[in-house]
Structures are given as structure tokens and as C-alpha cells.
């Protein structure tokens, strides 16, 4: 079980937690791990089976649709989700599991070649529809969302993905950062419903790439279309030609919609497309550029943004940041009886802001018993608006608050935090427990006052924006630093990020201590440098 903890000091932050039903609403922001555990014991063996046994049934017609999805079923099953838990960390098979239960399943038992002799079949479905352990549409949007923040920060070549590898390009060659367990291609389907997102959002920069790839299945399947497929090689032709317009390419969003008529000769809009860019392009004649016009849309943390991408692909790994004479490893017992006899490993990673390392913070055991309290709480994450909390794109994940009372290893962490820091850590002086599960690209961008550490495949760093380092992920370890100065003042300093998580299962669990209460234990200065 992979499994963080990290403790911070700050300012009192409040924050109101609604306790709702447990749903399995907005799926993307969990855990590969919680959706496979979701899907294998709920609607993935129904629906296989009544597939198996709805082929095998003498009354159906056009019966090669349904023996071809169900052969891609059966060696997705086999291949992956029986297979070994890494191969379950994959983002892009969280990405087409969801994809199939959302979008594939609805397609093939509404579309027109289901009509005959289903009833029964549809009927299955709706029951576990009602149940609502099936990924949702947002859960599909947000999934590709996640793929292309991954593709931005890591810098991932989208034909590489689509390939099933994680590939970023360096001095001209493609090279692999990370290499699946099992490799899981994507489909012409899988593409063209990225892209639509993108192409949804106007963000045309991703929606070309995305739709490009689409074409190019689409193109090699020879226009092959398919009942659980959402869209068409006409499809993506025609959001590709308009994306390449937004972006100033007219003649090649020319191009594509007069092969677009090809296929579609009396699409009138298409027409009216075509004699629209004939004009244009008469009008202003292209100029000779290598320039595709495709640019990054804007962000919120546009002016940190290569800082902190290029914290994130470092994957902790900064030489020259960790050669500093200054930086030490102890073992650390803080003059603390309770530690003296087993001192913690200490690793000192920054001076300014003072950043330090507790390996083996936590035990396996302690991970999973709190990962598993955690479970039945973890809602969508929040952050602070105003007077009011609100789910924010900027931060990808679900959470949890656990009290000492929730179970005795709470408290057990409790007090190893207080040995350690000497603060107190018991309300109203800190906030309870919280824990928090990553998704799909589940990340949290440059921010005060909060930080992740964890132990995935790949990515999920911690990055100090403006101290400009980043703490490479590891197990069970506890990540602790001061927020304030002794002054009371915030050190600007300790901007950080939790970069997305490439490949993994990530979960942190997060201990605010407030300033109050700690009068004693952290003597207040006038040297604003303190």
C-alpha cells in the first residue's frame, strides 16, 4: 500500500466538512486502485457475463458487433485487470475503463444494431445504472482532463501515449520516462473523445494534437465505425479542420473538410466551411512559417508554470540542490524520552525554507489501516473562496477527515508528531487528520499552507516553487516544515505544488498545527529573517 504523511505549521485554517451519502460520484478524482476495486466487484462481471450469454443466444442478430466487443473485453480482463496491481497504476487504463463503462456500454446497448431481442439486456444495465457505481460523464471529461495534464507537465508526447508508452522527446529522440507493466493503446474512439473535450473547453493547442491521432486511426481502421464507439473518422474530421481554423491554419482546415465531403458530399455546413476558407485564403495569402500556431492555453499559475514543471519532471532528482555542505542526515530523538531508544531518520532538505524528512515515519500497517478509516469518508477536495469551500480544477483529489477517536492509531500518530516537533497537535491548537486520495492527474498546484508527499511509480513530487527544489516521493515517510516565520509572518518561500501523479496510487495524510497554542514551544521574534 503506498501511503504518505506530512506535517506542516500555519495559520488557523477553518474548514467545514458536509457529510454526505457514500456514492461513487466523480470517480476520476480516486484512486486506479479504489476504481478497479469499484468496478471488478460491482458492474464489470455482470455485464461481461450477460454479454457472453447474450452472444451465445440464438436470437441475436448482427452478432459480430457484440463478439468483437466482448473479444476486446475478455483480453482487457485477462490481460490487465487480472493481472498484476501495477498494471492497474496506468493511467490509461483508468482512462479506457472509465471510457467503457461510461461511454462504450451506453453506445453498444442503444445503438440501432442492439435493437433486436434486448430488452432484457438493457434492463440489466439501467439496474446497475440505478446503483450508481457508474463512472459518470463528468468522470470521462475529467479522466481526459487528467491525460493532458499529464501530457503538459511531463512533457509526454501524445503519439507516445496513444502507443500506451510515456515518452518525452530529448536532443530529438524519444525517451521513455516510465515503462507500464502492460501497455494499453488507445483506440481512434479514445482519442477523438479527449479532443472533443479539449475542443469543448476551446483549448484547441490539445484538441489538435488529440483529434490528429484520432484522424490517423480512424484513417488506418479505413473509416470502420463501431456501436460503442462516440464518434466517427466524419467526426473527428470535422473537429479537427475546425480546431486547425481557430488556430490560424486555414488551409489545412481546408484540407480536412474536403476530405471531410468526401465521405459526407451533402453536409451543408461543411460546404459553407469550405467556401469560407477559399475566401480567406484568398484574401490573405498564408506566409512560409514553421510556426503552427499551436500555444499553451493560460493558467492560474501562469508566471510559476516552467518553474513548476520542471520541478516536476526532476522527480526529486537535483544534485546541486542536495550538495549543499549544510544539508545533513541524522538520527533525531528532538531530547525526547520517548525517542531515545529509537531515534527516527532525520534528512534535512532545505535550510530556507527549513524542510525535513522523517523516513519510516509510519509503518505498512499504519498505512493501510488509515488508508482503509479514510475510505468510506473521501469526498471531492476543496478550497478556500471567500467565506466558502469549492471543488477547484487546481486541485485533483478526494479527502478525509479522521478524529483521534475514529481509531486508536490516530492518536499513536498524534503523539509521534508531537515528540518529533514538540507542538501541540490536539484540537483547538491543530486540525484533525486529513487524508487525501489522488486521481487520475490528481495534483494540487503552487499554493501556501498545504503539501503532499507520496510513494507512485512515477511523478507525484512535492515542488518548493520559489526555494526551487523538489522532494522525491517515498514511502511512508512524514514531510515537515514551518509555514511561518516567528514573527507570525508567512514565508513566501514555501510555494509548493503536489505534481501530478503519473503512475501510481497516492495517498497523503496531511497535519495542520496552528500558530495558537504554540507560544512556548515555537518562541515568537521580531527578526522577520527567523
Excluded at 492527474?441 to 507525484?460: C, I, K, M, Q, R
Aim: proline share 5%.
Amino acid at each position: 500500500m503506498l501511503y504518505y504523511f506530512k506535517s506542516i505549521y500555519s495559520a488557523c485554517v477553518i474548514i467545514s466538512v458536509i457529510l454526505m451519502p457514500l456514492s461513487f460520484g466523480e470517480m476520476y478524482t480516486i484512486s486506479m486502485e479504489s476504481l478497479m476495486h469499484i468496478s471488478l466487484h460491482g458492474c464489470l462481471p455482470y455485464h461481461d457475463v450477460t454479454l457472453r450469454g447474450y452472444i451465445l443466444s440464438k436470437r441475436v442478430i448482427l452478432i459480430d458487433y457484440f463478439c468483437r466487443f466482448y473479444a476486446k473485453v475478455s483480453d482487457l480482463h485477462s490481460e490487465v485487470y487480472s493481472g498484476p496491481s501495477a498494471a492497474m497504476a496506468n493511467p490509461l487504463v483508468a482512462f479506457t475503463l472509465i471510457k467503457r463503462l461510461q461511454s462504450e456500454w451506453l453506445n453498444l446497448i442503444y445503438s440501432d444494431e442492439a435493437q433486436e431481442n434486448t430488452q432484457a439486456f438493457r434492463s440489466g444495465y439501467k439496474e446497475v445504472e440505478k446503483e450508481g457505481s457508474l463512472p459518470k460523464l463528468e468522470d470521462l471529461q475529467g479522466a481526459a482532463k487528467g491525460l493532458m495534464r499529464l501530457q503538459d507537465v511531463y512533457a509526454l508526447q501524445v503519439g507516445g501515449l496513444v502507443r500506451g508508452h510515456f515518452q518525452r522527446i530529448t536532443d530529438g529522440n524519444p525517451i521513455d520516462i516510465y515503462s507500464p507493466t502492460v501497455s494499453v493503446p488507445l483506440s481512434g474512439d479514445d482519442c477523438f473523445l479527449v479532443g472533443k473535450v479539449a475542443y469543448e473547453l476551446e483549448d484547441y493547442y490539445h484538441s489538435v494534437q488529440w483529434l490528429e491521432e484520432s484522424v490517423r486511426l480512424f484513417r488506418g481502421a479505413g473509416g470502420e465505425w463501431s456501436p460503442e464507439n462516440e464518434g466517427t473518422l466524419e467526426d473527428a474530421l470535422d473537429h479537427l479542420a475546425f480546431s486547425h481554423f481557430k488556430t490560424g491554419n486555414i488551409s489545412y482546415a481546408l484540407s480536412l473538410s474536403q476530405e471531410l465531403l468526401n465521405h459526407d458530399p451533402m453536409n451543408g455546413r461543411v460546404l459553407k466551411n469550405v467556401q469560407k476558407y477559399e475566401r480567406l485564403l484568398v484574401d490573405s495569402p498564408p506566409l512560409l512559417s514553421t510556426d503552427t500556431g499551436l500555444k499553451r492555453p493560460n493558467t492560474t499559475y501562469l508566471r510559476t508554470r516552467n518553474t513548476y514543471e520542471r520541478l516536476c519532471r526532476t522527480q526529486g532528482t537535483q544534485p546541486t540542490h542536495y550538495e549543499n555542505p549544510r544539508l545533513f542526515c541524522d538520527y533525531f530523538n528532538n531530547d525526547s524520552p520517548g525517542l531515545l531508544l529509537q531515534p527516527i531518520r532525520r534528512e534535512v532538505l532545505s535550510l530556507q525554507p527549513y524542510v525535513v524528512l522523517y523516513h519510516s515515519f509510519i509503518t505498512d500497517s499504519e498505512a493501510e489501516s488509515i488508508r482503509d478509516l479514510a475510505q468510506t469518508g473521501l469526498r471531492r477536495s476543496v478550497v478556500a473562496s471567500g467565506e466558502e469551500q469549492v471543488t477547484a480544477e487546481y486541485r485533483i483529489s478526494k479527502s478525509a477527515w479522521l478524529k483521534e477517536t475514529a481509531h486508536p492509531i490516530i492518536g499513536r500518530l498524534d503523539q509521534r508528531i508531537t515528540l518529533l516537533t514538540g507542538l501541540n497537535v490536539q484540537p483547538p491548537y491543530a486540525e484533525y487528520l486529513q487524508v487525501v486520495n489522488y486521481g487520475i492527474g490528481g495534483h494540487y498546484e503552487p499554493h501556501f499552507d498545504h503539501a503532499t508527499l507520496s510513494s507512485v511509480d512515477a511523478g507525484g513530487s512535492t515542488a518548493f516553487i520559489h526555494a526551487n527544489f523538489s522532494v522525491p516521493v517515498l514511502e511512508n515517510a512524514a514531510l515537515f516544515w514551518w509555514n511561518l516565520h516567528r514573527n507570525g509572518q508567512g514565508d513566501g518561500d514555501t510555494l509548493h505544488a503536489g505534481c501530478p501523479v503519473l503512475v501510481g496510487d497516492k495517498w497523503v495524510a496531511n497535519k495542520w498545527i496552528h500558530e495558537y497554542g504554540q507560544e512556548f514551544q515555537r518562541r515568537c521574534s521580531p527578526n522577520p529573517e527567523e
